[in-house]
């Protein structure tokens, strides 16, 4: 998914981040061919019946079946083959979340029939087949299955190669909606009290997949080739699913092109929950969503927020072809699904909306997958994984973003057309099948006649990410450009040490002004070391051309200043955060220092592109948060402040009519860095100003800029603004105001309201949110420690809250342990989840004491060079000196 940093709610979009159970294989006795389901909630008991009927094949002679099933009772399993029905007895491997179904008679190879009658709870963990709560108090039911869980609803065989055909069956109370994978095929009255909906047969999908939904819903409706499209929402929310059904209307035909196979389901359902784990789930024709992720009021919505749910309905809708049609083997292939979605829900959002840019998202989104992968507790993008809890850790920046950059890279070396080609071969190939990732490179590899698959296997399967390094020698009017490829490490020592891993990396420099002005090259660097001729010298070479390249380049300090001088017109937008990030990782292993680093941000100080301003804002934000002394705190601050007013004032803070929405994210942009890293009293006194207008009447202050305003109120704020914005919270009815309310009870600076936030997390805020919002309250400076100690003290009432972490991401609440720099707290956290192990955040927690650890290092080294440099800047009066 797109990270949108302020909606940044859930590391991921489809993986629920559920579980520290282990999963285990199944043996290889039967396979499925058709599972006819039957569910009768009730939620007089909060429980559930399930009737069960599997077709299946058995593959040699046995007198076991084994199955998944994981808090079902039986009450009777029989099995049938050739026409002899016996009685099953069952036994249950909690540990390994299987059911072994025993017949006295040996059955043969060839058809078999199982037949089951169970019952369940309704779960309290967001995960198999749970309990919601809408806004009204009205219960619903909802699944969801992924990875791990649809054995939690009925016996199955879990695992994503068995796939099989559904009949859903759904009994449910008089006057509630029912909605699964397919159309209802029928509706009819009883049992007493209740209705009985039967949907058609799904094709062959995978269990995780399977989907169904029973409460209160509304819905609006549209069509896209021939296609109905629905998105359901709870009572009075209908219309704010408009943006999306718009959305799915654009993309679905889109897709159908571009694949060269028609969406593959009856119809598309888009469903809002008020309780649900993930940001959404991509259950074929049945997508499920967090009501934040699908929700918004398209009358005063900002673009920010349409690129959000645009491009997260496009990744799910991509997902039907690129993991529902073609599924992955096994879950160490996850990655293809995750980061193909990923890659490719830019391409309609960039057909319908040019004027979005998405490209700039998606680079940055590679910028935050580079940064993690910096660490030596990264993982390749195919990673190993068997245990739920190994699976579900899969999540990340890697599998996402990593992948997504991989493969925008290989489009862009291979030629639209090819790349394209490829994939529909691809998805022809396996349709409604299962496949690995070589499949995907193969079928790349033979359309191209390109080494994809050597390209491929250096990047997904070893961790890390290469440095460039990039050094040009102009001879005459001709030119020689050496290079170097290293895996760059966050670790200094281990950067600089021999490290022998080699990538095969097209890399595409851009020429500098002159002659050769912005003339591209690209070439294949396979070695440690290679060096090409071009035609012509430049004053300055940028190694990573459109930015369309998964490594980091490196500049030595002359060609970082022959860069800086011209990075504003001559560099695209997306080469710039990505100049900016590269910049960065150098100062970060020493390689270059922390003054050349923010001189190259004065020389961008006119830059208008929000998402390169946004990339320069957060660096200047760590740095004023780890680096900067107490003695020099004023100074940078008055530093930043001179250094984005001028353009703060050209744009100004109210919105003009016919102006761009590029301003207007601009605007919001500022006013954040403004109010929040440079503090400036002004821009803090507008902020309430606006927030109290906001508070009398919404409609009349601008959302988007308002949603930046609530956070820098807050930090100024009191228990009247406190006790405001926690009414509005509990009162919204807007899960797009309920985000920004609750975001903003996170950024109060009292102790005493912080407090109270916490307390909110773990007593009343929905389970998907109490993690999200401790997490929250730690990255916030003034609730970093307060955070931590309730985190600590409070650790049952957490796991409670969050439903065991069913539906809320541990690996999240253990990353926010990442924002300290200081070694009593890393042993802290060290020893605390030594004590408390979380298994599906283990890899999280590594993570984290790295990043504490680095952090310490680094203040160590580049804060007393920044001291010297403010120093420096005070005594030559302020950042006049731009002209470098
Ligand atoms: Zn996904």
């Known amino acids: 998914m797109k990270r949108a940093s302020h909606f940044l709610l859930c590391a991921c979009v489809c993986l629920a981040l559920v579980s520290v159970s282990s999963a285990q294989r199944l043996p290889t006795i039967a396979r499925p061919d058709n599972y006819k389901l039957t569910f009768a909630p009730d939620f007089s008991t909060d429980g559930f019946g399930g009737v069960e009927t599997i077709q299946v094949r058995v593959q040699k002679p046995t007198s076991e079946i084994v199955l998944n099933a994981l808090d079902l009772d039986f009450h009777e399993a029989t099995i049938t083959a050739r026409g002899a029905s016996q009685k099953a007895t069952a036994t249950f491997e909690k540990e390994k979340e299987q059911v072994t179904l025993a017949v006295g008679k040996t059955l043969p190879p060839g058809p078999a029939t199982i037949d089951i009658k169970y019952t369940g709870k309704l779960s309290s963990e967001l995960r198999g087949l749970y309990l919601g709560k809408q806004d009204d108090g009205h219960k619903y039911a909802a699944t969801q299955f992924e990875a791990t869980d649809a054995r939690r609803a009925f016996p199955c065989f879990d695992e994503p190669a068995y796939k099989a055909t559904f009949n859903v069956t759904v009994i449910a109370d008089n006057g509630m909606t029912v909605i699964s994978n397919t159309r209802a095929i029928s509706d009819v009255d009883g049992p007493v009290g209740k209705h009985t909906v039967r949907f058609a047969a799904t094709p062959k999908i995978s269990s995780y997949l399977v989907a169904f939904v029973v409460g209160n819903f509304e819905y609006i409706e549209g069509s896209a080739d021939g296609i109905p499209i629905r998105v359901y929402t709870t009572a009075g929310k209908k219309e704010l699913g408009r943006f999306a059904l ?458 988007e800029l308002v949603a930046s305003a609530f956070p820098i109120a807050a930090s100024n704020g009191d228990a009247v603004l406190f006790d405001q914005v926690l009414a509005r919270l509990k009162s919204s009815q807007n899960p797009e105001e309920s985000a920004v309310y609750q975001q903003t009870l996170e950024a109060f600076s009292d102790p005493k309201l912080l407090a109270r936030t916490l307390e909110y997390a773990i007593s009343e805020a929905r389970s998907q949110d109490a993690t999200s919002i401790i997490g929250g309250v730690m990255r916030n400076p003034a609730g970093q420690k307060l955070g931590w100690d309730f985190v600590r003290a409070q650790w049952a009432a957490i796991e409670k809250q969050s439903g065991a972490f069913g539906g809320a991401s541990p690996g999240g609440l253990v990353a926010s342990t990442g924002v300290f720099c200081d070694s009593a707290s890393r042993d802290e956290v060290k020893q605390f989840f030594t004590v408390h192990p979380v298994a599906s955040a283990e890899r999280a927690l590594r993570q984290s004491l790295e990043r504490i650890d680095y952090c310490i290092d680094l203040k160590g080294r580049q804060g007393p060079q920044l001291a010297s440099w403010l120093q420096e800047q005070g005594r030559h009066g302020g950042n006049d000196a731009t002209g470098n």
């Open 246 to 703: 718009e959305t799915a209307e654009k993309v679905l035909p889109y897709y159908d092109h571009y694949f060269g196979i028609k969406y593959p389901y009856s119809k598309l359902d888009l469903v809002g929950l008020s309780d649900f784990g993930p940001g959404a789930m991509e259950n074929a024709g049945c997508i499920t969503f967090r009501e934040v992720f699908l929700m918004l009021d398209d009358k005063h919505g900002g673009i920010e927020r349409k690129k959000f749910v645009g491009s997260v309905v496009a990744h799910e809708i991509a997902h039907q072809w690129f993991g529902d049609l073609v599924t992955m083997q096994w879950w160490d292939d996850v990655w293809l699904n995750e980061g193909f979605a990923d890659w490719m829900s830019s391409k309609p959002l960039e057909a319908w909306h040019p004027e979005w840019e998405v490209e700039l998202s998606d680079v940055t989104d590679s910028t935050r997958a580079l940064n993690l992968d910096a660490l030596q507790n990264t993982h390749p993008i195919h990673q190993e994984a068997e245990t739920a809890a190994q699976i579900l850790q899969l999540a990340d920046a890697i599998t996402y973003g990593k992948t997504a950059a991989v493969l925008r890279m290989l489009e862009s070396y291979l030629g639209e057309e090819t790349f394209r080609a490829g994939v529909n071969e691809y998805l022809k190939e396996h349709a409604y099948g299962s496949a690995a990732a070589a499949d995907f490179w193969n079928a790349l590899t033979k359309v191209s006649k390109k080494p994809v698959d050597k390209i491929m296997a250096t990047f997904v399967e070893q961790a890390g990410a290469p440095l460039v390094s990039v050094k040009m020698k102009c001879r005459g009017s001709s030119a020689t450009v050496s290079l170097e490829q290293r895996r760059y490490y966050y670790d200094r020592a281990r950067f600089e040490s021999d490290n022998n891993q080699l990538w095969e990396i097209p890399v595409c420099f851009k020429q500098g002004l002159g002659k050769g002005a912005g003339a591209e090259k690209c070439v294949l660097l396979t070695q440690e070391q290679q060096s090409f001729t071009l035609a012509t010298c430049s004053p300055w070479i940028n190694a990573n051309a459109g930015a369309r390249g998964f490594y980091r380049s490196g500049y030595d300090a002359e060609g970082i200043r022959s860069l800086a001088r011209d990075a504003e017109r001559a560099l695209s937008p997306t080469e710039r955060i990505m100049l900016l990030s590269d910049l960065w990782a150098s100062v970060r292993v020493d390689r270059g220092k922390i003054g050349d680093y923010l001189v190259v941000a004065q020389g961008l100080q006119s830059d208008r592109q929000p998402e390169v301003v946004s990339q320069l804002i957060a660096q200047l934000d760590f740095i004023g948060r780890y680096l900067v002394t107490d003695a020099d705190r004023e100074s940078y601050r008055l530093w930043v402040r001179d250094l984005l007013s001028p353009v703060a004032e050209e744009v100004g803070w109210k919105k003009k009519p016919s102006e761009s929405e590029e301003k207007e994210s601009l605007r919001k942009v500022l006013l954040g860095a403004l109010g929040g890293v440079a503090r400036d009293p002004e821009v803090q006194a507008f902020a309430r100003k606006l927030v109290d207008q906001a508070l009398q009447d919404p409609s009349a202050v601008d959302r």
